[in-house]
């Protein structure tokens, strides 16, 4: 009995082999071809547009090079120069006023401003591209252009003039340069974020906001805990994009302030493009760039990852 019992056992089925590539080898290759050529000329130009003026970049700022003559190895001399120079320590003081006050200022306005003009019609439809117009325009001309209205002799100045009024420093007292530069960085940028967090706003389920004003909700305590919540990646996105644009600021610096006065407005980015390079100090410039990619990568990194913390953390 056990050995019929054994018999009648059903056999396992053996193993599948492992499935194979059937398809010619021709077959094979022109795929392979299609692929890379697909992909080839993307990969060659970011390769010729960015890989390799980078690494060209790092090596010039191991070296002490004008311009002109040969460039001679010098090690780490830049960038040990880079914390000992007292006009960088400055700039970068510049430099981080305008970046977080410009960010919180544009980031937070432009999600009050997106919020307010949510729903869709005529005025609400002019209002955002209001809010983006300044955009569109050139950095240079909007510099320029505030130049000329907050100028000694500038609009505004001369309005106060006609009615016995000294003119206002705008631009010429160290504080409200500062201040002046910021409110233009950020009027300029503004409209930006709006497109982006009204972008954003589309996505967030009308049920789900409807469902919760039937609970009782108010209007504030929707936005607070839903629909800013819902758009928090975005919210990330913009910070990122805001803080790394405004720690290169420097085309708003020359039309409108020139860096003064007293160097009181000049960033970073000023720095490096309107006195390193004009001095043909090229090596020393390109460590102070290296230098400037170096930390607006880690602050993007630094920004994302706080964020990807805190919603792990609510997830969790």
């Known amino acids: 009995m056990v050995e019929l019992a054994e018999l009648t056992k059903p056999v396992a089925a053996p193993p599948a082999p492992p499935r194979r590539n059937t398809r010619p080898r021709g077959v094979r290759l022109r795929a392979a071809a299609v692929s890379l050529g697909m992909s080839g000329p993307a990969v060659l130009l970011y390769t010729v547009l960015t890989v390799v003026p980078v690494g060209v970049a790092i090596y010039l700022s191991f070296t002490d090079w004008n311009g002109f003559s040969k460039a001679v190895f010098v090690g780490l001399k830049n960038y040990a120069k880079l914390f000992s120079d007292p006009a960088s320590g400055r700039a970068w003081y510049v430099t981080g006023i305008i970046s977080v006050a410009g960010t919180v200022l544009m980031v937070g306005g432009g999600l009050v401003y997106a919020l307010a003009l949510r729903g869709r019609s005529k005025w609400n439809s002019f209002f955002r591209a209001l809010a ?16 000329a209205i907050l100028g000694t002799n500038g609009a505004i100045n001369s309005t106060l003039q006609k009615f016995g009024l000294g003119p206002i420093g705008f631009l010429f007292d160290e504080k409200l340069a500062l201040i002046a530069l910021i409110w233009v960085i950020v009027w300029a940028g503004f409209g930006f974020n709006v497109v982006l967090f009204v972008a954003a706003l589309q996505t967030v389920p009308a049920e789900l906001l409807e469902a919760a004003a039937i609970d009782g909700a108010s209007k504030a305590q929707i936005n607070r805990r839903i629909v800013v919540p819902m758009i928090a990646p975005v919210v990330t996105v913009a910070t990122v994009l805001n803080l790394v644009g405004l720690i290169r600021a420097y085309d708003l610096v020359v039309s409108l302030t020139g860096g003064g006065p007293a160097g009181s407005t000049q960033t970073y980015g000023y720095l490096i493009l309107a006195k390193s390079f004009e001095g043909t100090k090229i090596g020393y410039a390109t460590a102070q760039a290296v230098f400037l990619m170096v930390v607006s990568a880690a602050l993007a990194l630094l920004v994302t990852a706080l964020r990807n913390r805190q919603d792990q953390a609510a997830a969790g």
């Open 132 to 147: 983006y117009y300044p955009h569109v325009i050139s950095a240079l001309i909007l510099g320029y252009l505030w130049a």
